[in-house]
């Protein structure tokens, strides 16, 4: 299948795209630039150079797609959810357009759309895909793609759903900022630890994706959780014996954390049990199971990643 693919070359995308060369398909990368251009080539992707608030700059490459997935997020200008709206509307206008069908062409196209899981808010009882939002600050605006994404399916148009939860593994993420502090010897906690963190492998959660482009059947919303309902506190104490020196362990008060990081501190504060029956269901099973139970091969491969 050809599929356009934003992000390729960031945390979760990069693993998507290995996915699903890995699978077979033809596969078309946004890059912001001739490096990553490159980066995407060594992989066996086709690149094309744009910027994602530009339209112009990519739609005539997205309208020959089968398929297409947005795991793209602009951290960097301050219009992150803006940006992400263009690039919403410019794909889902792409899929929806007339095409040629020939012998290999697929019946529907399809549109994954990346969200995460702190749109479901505070979940201390674990919740499948049809709980109810109740998204923190940070992630509010997402609530209203998602709505849009779902909303244009059509007979030819499956459209498609990914709450991922927190990604490890790599070098990037939170879980990587987590290694970071442990390894330099101060670990700093916001609040007092106790929540569980909704976590997935990011190889795994690249597996999803590329099982939910390869069939024809699936549509809506999908967590991505290993369900391993792991704290916090618990994350730090099993990375603690694979760093150099235990690390100190600081738990910062909530306030303290709005203070110096914004809406970031209610996301990590967040006390969450994910479920994933509809992604179980396809029969996506998680490689890796916790953060605890394999953290010497994630502290191996985040230093890998760093090197």
Do not use: C
């Amino acid at each position: 299948m050809r599929i356009f693919l934003t992000g390729g070359t960031g945390y979760i995308g990069a693993a998507v795209l290995d996915a699903l060369v890995k699978h077979g398909h033809d596969v078309t990368v946004l890059v912001r630039n001739n490096e990553k251009a490159a980066a995407v080539s060594a992989k066996g992707a086709r690149p094309v150079v744009g910027n994602m608030a530009e339209p112009d700059s990519y739609r005539a490459s997205a309208d020959a797609q089968d398929g297409y997935i947005h795991t793209s997020f602009d951290a960097r200008s301050g219009k992150g959810p803006a940006t992400d709206r263009i690039v919403v509307d410019t794909l889902l206008a792409a899929a929806k357009r007339p095409r040629t069908v020939g012998k290999n062409t697929p019946a529907t196209r399809f549109f994954i759309y990346t969200s995460g899981i702190w749109v479901l808010g505070r979940a201390p009882e674990p919740i499948n895909e049809d709980a109810p939002v109740n998204p923190i600050a940070l992630a509010e605006w997402r609530v209203p793609h998602e709505a849009l994404v779902l909303a244009a399916a059509t007979d030819t148009l499956r459209t498609m759903v990914v709450r991922s939860g927190v990604v490890y593994g790599g070098g990037d993420g939170i879980m990587g900022d987590v290694f970071k502090q442990a390894n330099n010897g101060l670990v700093r906690v916001i609040g007092d630890g106790n929540n569980h963190w909704p976590l997935v492998y990011d190889r795994d959660l690249a597996e999803l994706y590329a099982k939910l482009a390869d069939r024809d059947d699936t549509s809506g919303i999908y967590h991505a959780s290993d369900e391993a309902d792991e704290r916090v506190n618990d994350i730090v104490e099993a990375i603690s014996p694979y760093v150099p020196t235990r690390p100190d362990v600081r738990h910062v008060p909530i306030e303290e954390a709005r203070h110096k990081m914004g809406p970031m501190a209610d996301a990590l504060s967040l006390d969450q049990r994910v479920r994933s029956p509809r992604a179980r269901a396809l029969g996506w099973a998680p490689s890796l199971r916790s953060v605890s139970g394999n953290v010497a091969r994630l502290l191996e491969e985040w230093r890998a990643a760093r090197a």
